[in-house]
């Protein structure tokens, strides 16, 4: 028992030695995964309970699904620990079902958008296989705030637009909000355990 404790206790040091920067880093990932996990589901919910997603941006959707692709691709292409970037397939998988509701409550998943779909599915088998040209998705990555805030910003005028934001979850904007408030500016330190580097990493928008 007491041997479990002193190896407990000397794990607790050795992370402690990381330094408070680090340390501090690894506490803001996990809180950003963590909002992650949920951010969107409020929105699918209430696409799904009003059956209507009048009031929703479908450019800005798509700008938001690049930003996510960009990052994540990018961080898997460069072989980075994957709790780096944990957030980014569970975004993505969230947005892909919210998506999926957008266009179905909109009666847009036609040809053109399954088209498009299989465009989209075939380079991400592309960049799972590293056969995509990791130069342009270094070229890519820095867009990828701009992008994020034009999303938000295509959103806001299609409420107005529409005059109608019933579809619009307030909880989600709420917790897309506190993460840009919490992790401002969009970029924190975390370390590459691999590569024994510090990498620069981007919040979610």
């Given at each position: 028992m007491m041997?479990?404790?002193?190896?407990?206790?000397?794990?607790?040091?050795?992370?402690?030695?990381?330094?408070?920067?680090?340390?501090?880093?690894?506490?803001?990932?996990?809180?950003?995964?963590?909002?992650?996990?949920?951010i969107k589901v409020p929105q699918i919910n209430t696409i799904c309970t009003n059956k209507s997603s009048k009031g929703i941006s479908v450019p800005g959707l798509c700008l938001e699904l690049f930003s996510y692709t960009v990052m994540m691709s990018y961080n898997y292409?460069?072989?980075?620990?994957f709790l780096s970037y944990m957030e980014y397939p569970i975004?993505?998988?969230?947005?892909?079902?919210?998506?999926?509701?957008?266009?179905k409550y909109q009666d847009i998943l036609g040809r053109k958008t399954q088209i498009i779909a299989g465009l989209y599915v075939i380079i991400c088998t592309l960049i799972y296989l590293k056969i995509f040209p990791i130069m342009i998705l270094t070229f890519l990555v820095p867009f990828c705030t701009p992008i994020g805030a034009a999303s938000k910003i295509l959103q806001l005028i299609t409420i107005l637009r529409t005059k109608d934001a019933r579809s619009?979850?307030?909880?989600?904007?709420?917790?897309?909000?506190?993460?840009?408030?919490?992790?401002?500016?969009?970029?924190?330190?975390?370390?590459?355990?691999?590569?024994?580097?510090?990498?620069w990493h981007r919040t979610p928008d």
């Open positions: 041997a479990k404790l002193e190896d407990f206790t000397e794990v607790i040091s050795d992370y402690l030695d990381k330094g408070l920067v680090l340390i501090v880093a690894d506490l803001l990932s996990l809180i950003t995964v963590s909002s992650c996990l949920i292409s460069n072989d980075y620990t975004l993505l998988l969230q947005e892909y079902v919210l998506i999926y509701f957008v266009f619009v979850s307030r909880t989600t904007w709420a917790l897309s909000a506190f993460t840009n408030m919490t992790f401002e500016p969009n970029y924190i330190y975390l370390l590459d355990i691999k590569n024994d580097e510090i990498l």
